[in-house]
Nanobody, 120 residues
Framework: VQLVESGGGLVQAGGSLRLSCAAS????????MGWYRQAPGKQRELVAS???????NYADSVKGRFTVSRDNAKNTVYLQMNNLKPEDTAVYLC???????????????WGQGTQVTVSS
């Protein structure tokens, strides 16, 4: 299973970006999907997550600015980021809980990450 992120880049404060993460490979079903971020010298933190049925969860620091969504048919999760701030600068990583076969347990998979840089 591979997770491939796209959509990162450089943006000015107040701007917007939309991240995408597509899962491919041997996939029976995907449970939760989410976005994490890691800034230099800081621990990885959860930004937003979404269950297969659309229940979402957000870090307090991004509530009201970021929106997570997913397309189950495309095995893809999105993160719409609005009103970006310099403190949002980080590598954003996609995560998914995937069953590769009906009788196997869910396993966590991670993407390589995409850089988001917000200038002041």
């Amino acid at each position: 299973v591979q997770l491939v992120e796209s959509g990162g880049g450089l943006v000015q404060a107040g701007g917007s970006l939309r991240l995408s993460c597509a899962a491919s490979g041997t996939i029976f079903i995907i449970n939760g999907m989410g976005w994490y971020r890691q800034a230099p010298g800081k621990q990885r933190e959860l930004v937003a997550s979404i269950t297969r049925y659309g229940i979402t969860n957000y870090a307090d620091s991004v509530k009201g600015r970021f929106t997570v969504s997913r397309d189950n048919a495309k095995n893809t999760v999105y993160l719409q980021m609005n009103n970006l701030k310099p403190e949002d600068t980080a590598v954003y990583l996609c995560n998914a809980g995937v069953k590769t076969y009906v009788t196997l347990p869910y396993q966590d998979y991670w993407g390589q990450g995409t850089q988001v840089t917000v200038s002041s």
